[in-house]
């Protein structure tokens, strides 16, 4: 099947006698229907721009999947209704290329500064400087017990999550954080004998606050600080980015700039505050919750995003360099979505077909170069 004529299909430009005649294609072989996936695949890593003659095409492909057993649920062509795009990615660089050890490991820091790294097939006792127990850890998650104690006695603990690796704290109060690659966590142990529940946080975190209305849940940044008494958002204030951005899942939000505290803004479900670091200001957004929680479950959700914010989210989820010397990719913006268990070479030859460009890896860094 001539591959123009499948990408006028996907377009949503072709006659209805061409769409017939790929239709019959498809169903004729499994060799087909895995060359027409394939073929669908790279279509998707075109720029967004072309979105609603995309949208329009998959829907197409829905409906002619819906009423044809033949095509088994396994492959790709079940994401038909859910996005637009489809990109499968993922990178697990460091059995690849172990030339250069890098640090893979999470760490967590002791009020006394001494510290600990947690491997994921760990379960242990987690104890403060003195022994004494202070919750455990299962895999990568920690769990604090909650203990009666005064103020003075409550000591910090800071969670590091490095590149390529997330990480799962529920504090002492029963507050769940997921701490998405990059990030830093810095909380009490105990919150007991505190009038607020204060941690800080550099990088990304979903949180899920236990409801105290007497003790208001605070998470500093220095970008914005976010005050809750009970609800789930997720906060992304890493450095090297030029926005700081809140979602919210449920309950409500104050998001406040760090250094001026007039500088606020309340914040509803499914609603994002985005502040500029540029021109210091607020801007309020309508989003989809679940787009921005997807690292959690290890997907990547890009909607109209530029190529070189997505090819940070990329680095921090595996733990790479990408140096980007194409400028057409990096003047592009794309929608997507990027599945951090498969490989990345996927990603990178995907988007490669429809705009060329050539890439090499050594040592964990990742060249892509502009075609003579």
């Known amino acids: 099947m001539n591959r123009e004529l499948i990408y006028k299909y996907l377009n949503n430009e072709a006659t209805e006698s061409e769409i017939h005649k790929i239709h019959e294609w498809i169903e004729a072989s499994e060799a087909n229907k895995q060359q027409f996936i394939a073929l669908k695949k790279a279509w998707a890593m075109t720029p967004a721009e072309n979105a609603k003659n995309k949208a329009l095409a998959l829907k197409q492909i829905q409906a002619k999947i819906k009423n044809k057993p033949v095509f088994k649920t396994q492959t790709i062509l079940k994401y038909a209704a859910t996005v637009v795009l489809l990109i499968s990615v993922s990178f697990y660089l460091k059995n690849y290329y172990n030339n250069t050890p890098i640090e893979n490991e999470v760490v967590l820091e002791l009020g006394n500064g001494n510290t600990q790294k947690l491997t994921e097939t760990t379960n242990k006792v987690v104890t403060d400087t003195k022994g004494q127990v202070l919750g455990k850890q299962q895999a990568n998650q920690i769990i604090y017990t909650a203990k009666e104690i005064t103020a003075k006695n409550t000591a910090y603990n800071t969670l590091k999550v490095p590149y390529g690796k997330t990480f799962k704290v529920v504090l002492s109060d029963s507050t769940i954080v997921h701490l998405n690659a990059g990030s830093t966590l810095k909380y009490p142990v105990q919150f007991a004998g505190l009038s607020t529940r204060k941690v800080v946080l550099t990088g990304e975190a979903f949180f899920e606050v236990a409801k105290d209305k007497a003790h208001p849940f605070i998470v500093e940044t220095n970008k914005i600080n976010i005050e809750v008494l009970g609800t789930k958002f997720n906060l992304s204030t890493y450095d090297n980015d030029n926005f700081a951005h809140c979602e919210l899942m449920e309950g409500a939000v104050l998001a406040t700039e760090t250094t001026n505290p007039n500088n606020s803004i309340h914040l509803a479900p499914n609603q994002q505050a985005k502040w500029d670091k540029t021109t210091k200001t607020f801007k309020l957004n309508t989003i989809n919750i679940n787009n921005h929680i997807s690292w959690i479950h290890g997907e990547l959700i890009f909607n109209n995003m530029p190529f070189p914010e997505i090819l940070k989210k990329i680095e921090r989820a595996y733990n790479v360099k990408i140096n980007n010397n194409s400028k057409t990719l990096s ?35 990742i060249k892509i170069i502009q075609p003579h």
């Open 331 to 365: 003047q592009q913006h794309f929608s997507g979505s990027v599945n951090v268990k498969e490989d990345i070479t996927n990603f990178l030859n995907l988007l490669k077909i429809d705009t060329p460009f050539e890439y090499s890896i050594k040592n964990n860094i």
